[in-house]
C-alpha cells in the first residue's frame, strides 16, 4: 500500500492555551504522519535524508525548515517538546536526557566566567554540586542564601549576578519559597530566574505566571510516572532558545532519545489523572502519620500546619505528592521504620506510579555534611515519601506497621 503524498494534519485549535490541561496533555503538539495513526509516531532514527544536495545544503543554513540530525532535534522529540510547552504556557521547550542535564544546560548555557549566581541553599543534591563544583571550575562563583529570606536574596546580589535559582517546593524538606517576590528581586538585579518545578508538577504551580524566566523539570518522575524512562526539559521564552539555549544543545549533546520522548509524550496523557489521585492519597497520609506513635514532625504544603501554608494556597493548586516526615531515633530510628515497611518501597526515585520512601541524609544528601544537613533541615530521622497510586488505606495500614516496629 503506497502512503499518501498529503501534508499531514496537526492538532492546531485556533487557541491551543483556551483548552483545560488535561486537553492539551492529550492532543498538544501531536503532528501524523501521512500513515494516520492515532499514537505519536516514534521516529527512532538517526538522521534524516534530502532529495538533493541543495537542499541539504539549504537545511543546515536554516532556511529550509525541517530536521538534520536527532541530536539537534527529531519529530517525536518535537511533539513532546510542544506538549510540555503548551501544558506550561511557555513560547519554547527543549528535552534533554535527564532532569539533571536540563538544570545544568539551563545554567551553563547563560554563563561565562566572572558572572555570579545567587541559589537557595535547600536544592537537590546534585544540583549544589553543580553550584559548588562545577561552575567553578569556569569562573562562576555562587552565593546560597536561606531561600525562605528574602532579604537575603537581594543582599546577596551583585552588578555580576546574572542567574537566580531554587526548587520550590524543596527536596526534600518541601520548604517553599516566594516565586513571585525572588522573580522581582532578580529582576530588580538585572538576572533570570529558573526555577525547578518538579516537585509541584505542571499542574500544582505555575512558575511563568509568578515571574520566572525559565523552568525546568526531570521528567524521569511524574511525567513518566512509571520509573521508565530519564528525561528532563527546559521551558523559556523562544528569546531564550535562540540567544543562548539552542546552540549549546546543539553542540554538547545532551539530547533525550526520541524512544525516551515518546514514553514521555504517553505519560503526560495521564499526567493530570495520576497527580490528582496522588495528592489527595498525600493528604490523607500526611494526616494519618500526624496521628501515629514515634512520628516527630509532618511536613506536607497542604496541611494547616507546614510553616508556610499561607504561601502553599497562594502559590499552589494543592499539597503535591510527596510528604516529608521525621520519626524518633534518628538514623537507627528511620532505618528501621523503613525496613518494616512492606507495599512501600526503599528507593531515591519519586513521582512514580509505585509508592517510594527514601532516607536523604543518606542518598540523596549523603554527600553533605551533618552540618550542612542540619542548615538544609535535613535530619538523621527525616524520611521522604512519594505517594503513588495505590489504596491510600493500604498505604496508611503500611505506615502504622512500620511506625509501630520503632
Known sequence: MSVAQKPAPKFIPKDPLTLHPETRLVHGGTTRSPYGETSEALFLTQGFVYDNAESCEARFKGEDPGFVYSRYGN???????????????????RATASGMAAVNAALLCQLSAGDHVVAARAL???????????????????????????????AAARPSTKVFFLESPTNPTLELIDIAAVAQIAHAAGARLVVDNVFATPLLQH???????????????????????????????????????????????????????WIMLKGLETLALRVERMQASAGRIADALAGL?????????????????????????????????VVEGGKEGAFRFANALGLIRISNNLGDAKSLITHPATTTHQRFTPEARAEMGISDGLLRLSVGLEHPDDLIADLATAAGAL
Open 75 to 93: 519529530p517525536t522529540t518535537a511533539m513532546f517538546e510542544e506538549r510540555m510547552a503548551l501544558l506550561e504556557g511557555a513560547e519554547a521547550a
Open 293 to 325: 506513635p514515634k512520628i516527630e514532625t509532618v511536613l506536607y504544603p497542604g496541611r494547616a500546619d507546614h510553616p508556610q501554608a499561607e504561601l502553599a494556597r497562594r502559590q499552589m493548586k494543592g499539597g503535591g505528592t510527596l510528604v516529608t516526615f
Open 124 to 154: 537537590f543534591g546534585s544540583c549544589r554540586w553543580i553550584l559548588e563544583d562545577f561552575l567553578p571550575r569556569f569562573g562562576i562563583e555562587t552565593t546560597l542564601v536561606d531561600g525562605t529570606d528574602l532579604a537575603a536574596w537581594q
Open 207 to 261: 512558575p511563568f505566571e509568578l515571574g520566572a524566566d525559565i523552568v525546568v523539570y526531570s521528567t524521569t518522575k511524574h511525567v513518566d510516572g512509571q520509573g521508565r524512562c530519564l528525561g528532563g526539559v527546559i521551558l523559556s521564552s523562544q528569546q531564550f532558545v535562540t540567544d543562548h539555549l539552542q546552540t549549546f544543545l546543539r553542540q554538547t549533546g545532551p539530547s533525550i532519545s526520541p524512544f525516551n520522548a
